[in-house]
């Protein structure tokens, strides 16, 4: 067995963990840092492209983060923190770009518009509030709005083509939306942190303990997926950022502020389109709204992509459930996740929760034909024989107690930190990796909040993100400037 003693272990090779990663060796070239992964290659389980939606999510499309109004009108306060948060994942590329740490961003990102669709007089009215809200402010400033169907037809051609005159639809466009892919971004991440000193890529490692001592350093035991062998790892730090697989392994950390959470696994699955013709015909991120019952993770869209320099077309995401919390796990993994400390949240849940069961079991039961069916909603002339089924990857929704209702399910992201700074988690889904940098700079003002506010880190974080402790939301001209800089540096088009 042998022993190897780190200041930072990252748990996973995706979007979150690389991100922390380059955070830390960018404000401490010094650090000693290991990054385990169970799979045998980095970003192969949700960070990969073809297991997300790949959308910058900037709220520019995404209907579900303007709920509706019990008075009337949309909430547009989590638009608002979703496209700031964006903003400073764009602010944080831009500068490893131009410091030569990420190649040239066309290797990772593509201007691709976010535009948003629906039909019916109820959507329309909804869509046209939604625009009023946000296009009055500098965030969503740039944000164009139609009802006209020629308007419409040159957004987004394949949405429109043969429709009725006489149907009542609206789109709203943003041009400078992204299309990123993740897994390459990852990948190209770790591809610059091998390359510096005191940093370390262990793969096909799975963590099989996690042991605190009385120095409040981790004793972190790996197993080696292709040999059998053990290793060690004593680390001052363990992130983990392991998708899925992160829950049961906060569980062993056995920290106090883990217990009581659990998680709900949902699959998704993708139309693809074969037809290289038709792909040519769409460039664009349209999504429209939600079916009731449906969670987040399913609003629908019609999705080019751009992965490793090649146009796609994908439609979906069409929800499943399964037991496993990630895409190459074990149908076990949700039962083995079932503890003392959430049983309750979990059960609870599980009441509440026939609604989304019924629909994610409806969803698991559809065929070829019934997708193809939901698709020609937004592309009335598409032809079954053109699209093939594609299995994206795994999202854990959060389980969390709740006093008053005894559980709570939760779609979103959430960092869990122990009381030492020691070790944080990440769990939960959308919007993910978008956010992966504002998300990570929270991790580090948690856990290493001493050096976070010395005058070194303070000037270093300044640098990589120029907003940051300033508000993007209040502050216009500073967003003006800084979405110029990086819409320009990565290749996003203008404002």
Not at 184 to 199: I, T
Not at 369 to 386: G, Q, T
């Amino acid at each position: 067995m042998t022993t190897k003693a780190v200041d930072v272990l990252l748990v996973g090779a995706g979007a979150m963990s690389t991100t922390l990663g380059m955070l830390l060796k960018q404000l401490d070239p010094s650090m000693k840092i290991c990054m385990v992964e169970r799979l045998d290659h980095v970003a192969h389980e949700s960070t990969d492209a073809m297991n997300n939606a790949g959308t910058g999510h900037a709220a520019y499309c995404e209907l579900n983060y303007t709920p509706k109004k019990a008075g009337g009108g949309v909430d547009p306060s989590k638009a608002f923190a979703i496209n700031e948060a964006f903003e400073v994942s764009l602010q944080f590329w831009s500068y490893l770009v131009n410091a030569k740490a990420l190649p040239n961003p066309s290797k990772f990102i593509s201007n691709v518009p976010h535009q948003s669709f629906v039909w019916g007089e109820e959507n329309v009215q909804f869509l046209r509030s939604r625009y009023e809200t946000l296009s009055s402010t500098q965030q969503f400033a740039q944000m164009e709005y139609s009802e006209d169907h020629d308007v419409l037809r040159e957004w987004m051609p394949l949405v429109m083509k043969n429709r009725s005159a006489d149907e009542k639809v609206a789109g709203t466009r943003v041009r400078h939306g992204a299309d990123v892919n993740f897994g390459s971004l990852a990948r190209h991440m770790v591809e610059y942190l091998d390359h510096q000193g005191d940093f370390e890529l262990l793969l096909s490692r799975s963590v099989e303990e996690l042991t605190q001592g009385n120095d409040k350093r981790w004793t972190v035991e790996l197993k080696n997926e292709q040999s059998g062998a053990k290793e060690t790892i004593d680390a001052g730090f363990v992130f983990l950022g392991a998708g899925g697989g992160a829950l049961p392994l906060l569980q062993k950390s056995g920290i106090e502020e883990g217990k009581g959470y659990g998680g709900f696994p949902v699959s998704g699955m993708w139309l693809v389109c074969k037809n290289q013709d038709v792909v040519e015909q769409h460039n664009a991120k349209v999504y429209g709204l939600a079916p009731i019952g449906a969670p987040p993770m399913s609003v629908p869209h019609l999705d080019t992509r751009v992965i490793d320099g090649k146009k796609a077309l994908l439609f979906g995401p069409f929800a499943g459930f399964t037991t496993k919390f990630l895409k190459q796990g074990s149908v076990f993994d949700m039962f083995k996740s079932i503890k003392p400390g959430n049983l309750k949240p979990m059960l609870t849940v599980g009441a509440k929760s026939m609604d989304l069961t019924r629909y994610l079991i409806s969803e698991v039961m559809q065929t070829h034909d019934s997708r193809c069916d939901a698709l020609r909603f937004f592309f009335p002339e598409a032809k079954n024989e053109d699209w093939e089924l594609s299995y994206a990857g795994q999202r854990v929704q959060i389980i969390k107690n709740d006093p008053e209702k005894g559980g709570k399910l939760e779609f979103g992201t959430e960092v869990i930190s122990s009381a030492d700074g020691s070790l944080a988690a990440l769990l939960g889904a959308s919007p993910g990796a978008s956010t992966a940098v504002p998300t990570m700079i929270e991790v580090v003002e948690n856990c290493f909040s001493e050096k976070m506010n010395s005058a070194e880190w303070q000037q270093k974080i300044k640098e990589m993100v120029p907003s940051y402790k300033e508000s993007l939301i209040e502050d216009g001209e500073l967003l003006k400037s800084v979405r110029q800089n990086t819409l320009t540096t990565l290749g996003l088009g203008n404002i």
